[in-house]
Nanobody, 127 residues
Framework: QIQPMESGGGSVQAGGSLKLSCVVS?????????WGWFRQAPGKSREEREG???????????YYADSVKARFTISQDPATKTMYLQMDHLTPEDTAMYYC????????????????WGQGTQVTVSS
């Protein structure tokens, strides 16, 4: 069973940085090769989770939402089955629960293309 697990969330002031990690246990490279980050802002429903970005395991190709492009960076360490989300120049609008997810490919920004989800890690940015 594939189980993603996030860590690294916390509280930071605007302009600061945080780095999230996601360890994917039980990973099967041949099937689940699209890993993504999503976030759920306060007051938003699960269905309204926003795709933050994604990385294709192996090629390392990354995709980002316009709202985080040039501020956030996704990377991976295949040896440890870990995905990272480096978040710089954070703003209060980045406050959310951040989730990592594993999928078999498709439109990276859509939740329906991800099969396994972590429990989330909270990021709070104060002004």
């Amino acid at each position: 069973q594939i189980q993603p697990m996030e860590s690294g969330g916390g509280s930071v002031q605007a302009g600061g940085s945080l780095k999230l990690s996601c360890v994917v246990s039980g990973f099967q490279h041949t099937k689940y090769w699209m890993w993504g980050w999503f976030r759920q802002a306060p007051g938003k429903s699960r269905e309204e989770r926003e795709g933050v970005g994604s990385i294709l395991v192996g090629s390392g190709t990354t995709y980002y939402a316009d709202s985080v492009k040039a501020r956030f960076t996704i990377s991976q360490d295949p040896a440890t089955k870990t995905m990272y989300l480096q978040m710089d120049h954070l703003t209060p609008e980045d406050t959310a629960m951040y989730y990592c997810a594993v999928g078999r490919g498709g439109q990276w920004w859509r939740q329906m293309f991800y099969d396994f989800w972590g429990q989330g890690t909270q990021v709070t940015v104060s002004s």
